[in-house]
């Protein structure tokens, strides 16, 4: 593996590769310091100029995006109180406050260096872990794998905020588009008599239009809901070397916790940014002993922020290279882009493509080193950036999006999938559906179900995925998480009817569009 | 009682597709002698599965009233068109974009798409918006154009 490593970093070390990874992670800090843009919607727009790329320096500019995104984030929560993304949210609980007493340089310094060490950290989980699940999951055979995405699909299900049951209608939905078109024994399904219709639909235009455009309308609606009394922040920024280096020296303990919250959270199927977050900044609350000072302007809280929600970018990538498997949203359209490259995510991955895999690690080392010297050196620029308005952002973004459908295979009918479901998707988010279970579905569609048939094809009896025990402990799992979404269900909705129905099925837009 | 709610619509709207989508199955090919399995099985499982939970999230939406707090009325699509026009008008002005991309080509639909939409989102009240409408429109056209065409030899309708 090291001589691999060593060959992937001197493909990424290139200058090409390097320019890259920097334009990436302009673009990631740059779309996540925008709110309501998201790492996921950074991604989508970076992700159509990669078709003329070779796999690695592909993979390297969404790796740039994805690191910069989770940290871009970080700049408008502390320099207009307004989280840019989702995962940093618990980051404007200090980081704001902190740049309101005249520090806005150390908050975003402390950031930056939280989420370099965070990132730093979850390469080192995803370099160990990587390759030890990928061997393990060598075992699994159509059974296993079959049972383990209708696993990863029921929990990304139970965590949709008290929808269990909208969230697998989601799942389902998700798979049955994968149906459309021919099937592995080319016969054709749901046509409608449609010739377009016959080799289905391509993911990506699929991923862009259920989720950009829910998300794109979505900040459309809330135009009118601004809440316009934040005080204002002194744009010019000063960052204090020493004083940040001090406080992060005297943070060890969070620090590294918050990174390894970040990196098994990232890993969980359906899980991202957003949840780490709040995890770890909850942890390092309960572990403070002056939790008191939690919420005042306290480096503990930013560091625990940004340090997880960085962290989730390597544990993410765990299940994805290892199972094939995505960790959260921004994973599922980086295996598209993957898929879409001739590479298939799963545990053969390590030993048919080490060199990508090596240029992954790398490109994401690289892109925490260049994320720490652009947010240092450019972060006033990038504090200005986060007010560039919605009205004029959404017009772009969505012609982004048209145009990267389109240049997908030159064809104009992607275009008018993408508007298709993003009428669906939109009109699903309207419903309350969440969009993360449908998205999932769609990208392991193809895998389900043609590990279903081969598991059905080597042995005709249904009782064999209880009879196998990795089979049958992943089916228990799958109900497990029923079951505990159910509970977690009742608890939410005890405790909106305690508050007189005051928000009947509200919906928080962060389960829907992590990040 | 409430007739319609947001659930109640998305439960009827999933089992509307549902029935659709099994006649549509009546036309795949049914297995051949050596397959146990055919092409419709799996489509049909799903099927089934999104039943069964269009008809719970039915069943939930009857039996709890803080649903009925969700209902669909008239006057309430109303509302919401006249707070949200600006999001219907947008889907528009995608669709005909989408439409004008073969006829056009991709310059003026898109500059014509991206004034219109930032006009709209916008508003042309004032000089200034006027200008910053007419120069993202211009920029970010040109752009992509110069990118996709000459930077990554992608070609554009």
């Known amino acids: 593996m090291a001589e691999f490593f060593t060959h992937a970093l001197s493909l990424v070390s290139s200058p090409s590769v390097l320019l890259l990874i920097t334009i990436g992670v302009l673009f990631g800090i740059i779309g996540g310091s925008i709110p309501g843009f998201t790492v996921t919607m950074a991604i989508l727009v970076v992700f159509p100029f990669t078709f003329a790329m070779d796999p690695v320096s592909g993979v390297s500019i969404m790796i740039g995006v994805f690191v910069g995104g989770y940290s871009g984030g970080l700049v408008s929560g502390v320099m207009l109180g307004i989280p840019g993304t989702p995962s940093s949210i618990t980051t404007v609980y200090d980081g704001y406050p902190m740049a309101l007493k005249g520090e806005p340089g150390r908050a975003l310094g402390i950031g930056v260096l939280a989420s370099f060490i965070g990132t730093v950290i979850s390469v080192a989980v995803l370099v160990l872990f990587g390759p030890l699940l990928a061997k393990f999951s060598m075992n699994f055979r159509p059974w296993e794998i079959s049972t383990l995405i209708l696993f990863a699909l029921t929990l990304v299900a139970g965590l949709s905020n008290g929808r269990l049951l909208k969230g697998m209608l989601a799942a389902a939905l998700g798979l049955l588009i994968t149906t459309v078109g021919y099937d592995r024994n080319s016969n054709i399904r749901f046509d409608f008599d449609l010739p377009t219709l016959s080799s289905g639909f391509e993911i990506l235009p699929v991923m862009i239009g259920i989720f950009a455009f829910s998300q794109l309308m979505e900040n459309i609606e809330k135009l009118g809901d601004k809440d316009s009394a934040h005080k204002n922040v002194s744009m010019n920024v000063t960052i204090p070397y020493a004083k940040i280096v001090k406080d992060i020296m005297g943070q060890k303990i969070n620090t590294l916790r918050s990174s390894l919250i970040g990196s098994l959270v990232g890993a969980l199927p359906g899980t991202g940014g957003t949840v780490a977050n709040f995890i770890s900044y909850d942890q390092a609350k309960k572990f403070s002993r002056h939790p008191e000072k939690f919420g005042t302007g306290i480096p503990n809280g930013i560091i625990a922020s940004e340090a997880s929600n960085s962290a989730v970018a390597g544990g993410s990538f765990v299940p994805t290279l290892a199972l094939g498997i995505p960790g959260d949203l921004p994973m599922a359209i980086m295996m598209g882009v993957l898929i879409l490259h001739g590479i298939t995510p799963g545990p053969l991955m390590f030993e048919q493509n080490p060199v990508l895999v090596g240029a992954i690690y790398a490109s994401l080392l690289i892109g925490a080193i260049v994320m720490v010297l652009c947010q240092l050196f450019l972060v006033r620029w990038f504090a200005r950036i986060a007010l560039i308005p919605q009205q004029v952002l959404v017009p772009v973004v969505l012609m982004l999006c048209a145009i990267g459908a389109y240049a997908l295979n030159n064809n104009l009918f992607d275009i008018w999938v993408l508007f298709g479901f993003g009428i669906i998707g939109y009109l699903l988010w309207k419903a309350d559906v969440p969009l993360t279970p449908l998205i999932l579905g769609v990208v392991l569609g193809n895998n389900l179900e043609q590990q279903l048939f081969r598991a059905l094809e080597l042995d005709g009896s249904w009782l064999t995925f209880l009879t196998r025990p990795l089979s049958a402990t992943f089916i228990v799992l799958s109900v497990l998480s029923v079951i505990l979404a159910l509970r977690q269900n009742k608890k939410i909705n005890m405790q909106r009817t305690d508050d007189g129905g005051s928000s009947p099925l509200h919906r928080d837009s962060t389960p829907d569009h992590k990040p | ?157």
Do not use: H
Request: aromatic share 12%; with cysteine; net charge positive.
């Open chain 2, 1 to 157: 009682m409430t007739l319609i709610t947001k659930d109640r619509a998305l439960a009827v709207a999933m089992l509307i597709l549902c029935g659709i989508f099994y006649a549509e199955s009546g036309n795949i090919r049914p297995p051949t002698t050596w397959q146990t399995y055919g092409s419709a099985m799996f489509p049909r499982l799903l099927l089934g599965v999104i039943a069964v939970l269009s008809i719970l999230i039915l069943i939930r939406s009857v039996l709890e009233k803080r649903d009925e707090t969700q209902k669909l009325t008239w006057l309430s699509a109303y509302q919401w068109t006249k707070n949200n026009y600006k999001v219907l008008l947008l889907f528009t002005l995608f669709g005909i974009y989408a439409a004008a991309l073969p006829f056009a080509g991709y310059l003026i639909s898109t500059i014509v798409f991206l004034a219109c939409a930032i006009g709209l989102l916008l508003g042309l009240d004032s000089r200034r918006k006027s200008l910053l409408t007419i120069t993202v429109s211009l920029t970010a056209g040109l752009a992509i154009y110069v990118v996709f065409q000459f930077g990554l030899n992608i070609w554009l309708p």
